[in-house]
């Protein structure tokens, strides 16, 4: 990653985690923005958009230079990222997936928690394993999925607007159909992303490569 880019990352997240967790700081079910229908989905689905907002914020820190280079402080942001943030957001985002009713956000949604919680975990084994090129590559995958709660704020009205050329939605019907777009954003979110940073992992691995070779010593078939 360029250097500005964590900050980049650290400044959309706080704004995007303040605005999901706004409406629910004050435990108020009548202010959920999803129709919950009882305490028990309320308090899953507040746990759930709390934890995701530590993630979400906690996340970027940990791609910061000055940050990684205390090992100290990485480790326990990085701890905290995974078993206050991740851990309990994808827990709780299987069941509030479930309970939406619909089939797209049910397989989209469950199969990216499920894989959230997959790349996490392959990124602690190969920190404790010490192999921290691997923990690194893992870590960015799970935060491409962390992600996908702004990057499907992005989509859904780009969707949306891509639709008015053709005739199907008008400009004044975009806030009613946004409900719908709302899955199909959600899946493509976590696609897109996903896809996005195994590029860039790609990409700097073929550098890294590169850079490997330009510093080997030519070898020309002479003895020596």
Same mark, same amino acid.
């Given at each position: 990653?360029?250097?500005?880019t964590?900050?980049?990352?650290?400044?959309?997240?706080v *704004?995007?985690?303040? !605005?999901?967790?706004y409406?629910?700081?004050a435990?108020?079910?009548h202010? +959920?923005r999803?129709? !919950?229908?009882?305490?028990?989905?309320?308090? !899953?689905?507040?746990?759930? =958009?709390?934890?995701a907002?530590?993630?979400?914020?906690?996340?970027?820190?940990?791609?910061?230079?000055?940050?990684?280079?205390?090992?100290?402080?990485?480790r326990?942001?990085?701890?905290?990222?995974l078993?206050?943030? *991740?851990?309990?957001?994808?827990?709780?985002?299987?069941?509030?997936?479930?309970w939406?009713?619909?089939?797209?956000t049910q397989?989209?949604?469950?199969?990216?928690?499920v894989?959230?919680?997959?790349?996490?975990?392959?990124?602690y084994?190969?920190?404790?394993?010490g192999?921290?090129?691997?923990?690194?590559?893992?870590?960015?995958?799970?935060?491409?999925?962390?992600?996908?709660?702004v990057?499907?704020?992005i /989509?859904?009205?780009?969707?949306?607007?891509?639709?008015?050329?053709?005739?199907?939605?008008t400009?004044?019907?975009?806030?009613?159909q946004?409900?719908?777009? =709302?899955?199909v954003?959600?899946?493509?979110?976590?696609?897109?992303? /996903?896809?996005?940073?195994?590029?860039?992992i790609?990409?700097?691995?073929?550098?890294?490569v590169?850079g490997?070779?330009?510093?080997?010593?030519?070898?020309?078939?002479?003895? +020596?």
């Amino acid at each position: 990653m360029q250097k500005r880019t964590p900050w980049l990352l650290l400044a959309i997240a706080v *704004v995007v985690g303040l !605005v999901l967790a706004y409406p629910y700081l004050a435990l108020d079910i009548h202010k +959920s923005r999803i129709d !919950v229908g009882g305490a028990l989905r309320y308090g !899953v689905l507040v746990a759930h =958009i709390f934890t995701a907002t530590v993630a979400l914020i906690l996340g970027p820190l940990q791609f910061i230079p000055k940050v990684r280079a205390r090992r100290r402080i990485h480790r326990t942001i990085g701890r905290c990222y995974l078993a206050v943030g *991740v851990l309990p957001s994808a827990l709780t985002a299987i069941p509030v997936a479930l309970w939406s009713g619909r089939l797209l956000t049910q397989i989209s949604l469950t199969t990216a928690a499920v894989l959230w919680l997959i790349t996490g975990g392959l990124g602690y084994r190969a920190a404790r394993q010490g192999n921290f090129a691997a923990h690194r590559n893992w870590m960015m995958r799970s935060y491409a999925l962390t992600f996908l709660a702004v990057t499907a704020r992005i /989509l859904v009205p780009l969707l949306l607007l891509a639709q008015i050329p053709f005739g199907r939605v008008t400009a004044g019907e975009i806030g009613a159909q946004a409900p719908a777009m =709302i899955p199909v954003g959600q899946t493509l979110a976590w696609i897109i992303n /996903l896809a996005v940073i195994e590029a860039v992992i790609r990409t700097r691995r073929r550098t890294s490569v590169a850079g490997q070779m330009a510093g080997a010593p030519i070898r020309d078939g002479s003895p +020596s």
